[in-house]
């Protein structure tokens, strides 16, 4: 194998430095560690001790290892409950070839912390699993920014405690300003927060970092659409569905962003398309039977309740979608009732109450605020309200 580096001047475009380097068929791992400290050393880029510990303790030195970790990674940036599991199941074998392998057990706990919210996964078993996943990938790597940015998503989805979910993609970001997924889900949160400049400004900087990703534009969508620019919405889940045409995720926001646009037709056919590769996610079910419930169709809206009550007898359905059906259809008390049921559960689309406009109608409801209350969902911190601009 022979790899050939080169060192150029953006300004002139002048090289300044060139060197190939050549291996023999063995460990990959190993020579790009060597090759990526050659190289460093080459063009006078000097790596503190400290530096060159972490660069080791980042990888695995078993290649099958790596290999899994790599098929996790795969698999988890899909976000349906099938591919999730699949994921799951890679990083757990990574784990076992290698326990003190930092980036499979932050692998792991991303997968748990996040199934809940893309895979219908209960979250009062996801929560030990993920804070447990969390905690070794941490104590393997204390300064791998990926294992803080686990802990991160574990304190915002399973414990909501959004300050400490903040801080600790925050600190990812000190670690390794490149990480984009720390950025994005640094945005998530904010959002939530109704800190809606700087979740904008923190989903802009993932997107620079990784302009190809389609999570990070689907994921945009969901952030401007909760700040109210509907229209960007609409233009970044667009984008998602170019990059990766089988993506429920950006359907899923378009659809959302169509209705409040009052384009239902429009949502629906979306809907369609996120109900074909979401591989039965409840998200996709509950907004239909909200948007048939604001256009009328009370007949389908009661339906899709029926289905959802189908789907809960046999796994785990969050009580979110069957709050929402019922808020779409204006029957306050029920969709209450629902959402009480849903803190018991711990789920996790509660988050979604203090900025979602499907919510609007309740904010003056005593019930909904004490709910919201409960869930400990009023702490912003600094910052109230900001500009909608998703530029």
Known sequence: MRITSRLIRASDQIQIWSESYDSEPGSVIAFQRQLSVTIAQ????????????????????????YDLYLRGRYFWNQLSPRTTQRAVEFYTRATELDPDYALAWSGLADAFAASPINGDACPLQMGPRARAAADRAVGAAPNLAEAQASLGLAKFWLDWDWPAAAAAFRKAIALDPSYSLAHRTLGIVLSCMERHQEALSAVRRARELDPLDFVHQALSAQIAFLAGDYPSAVEFAR????????????????AQAYQELGESDLALDALQKAGLFGGGNSKVLSLRGYIFARLGRRGEARELLKTLEAVSRERYLPPYAMALVHAGLREGDA???WLKRAYDAHDVHLALLTVDPKWDAFRSNIRFLSLVERCGFNARGPGDRASTDAT
């Open 335 to 337: 969709a209450l009732d």
């Open 239 to 254: 984008q998602a569905n170019v990059l990766d045409p089988e993506f429920w995720v950006g359907y899923y926001q378009l």
């Open 42 to 65: 080459e063009v006078k880029l000097r790596l503190s001790p400290e530096r060159l510990n972490g660069l080791e303790r980042r990888q695995t030195t078993h290649v099958e290892a």
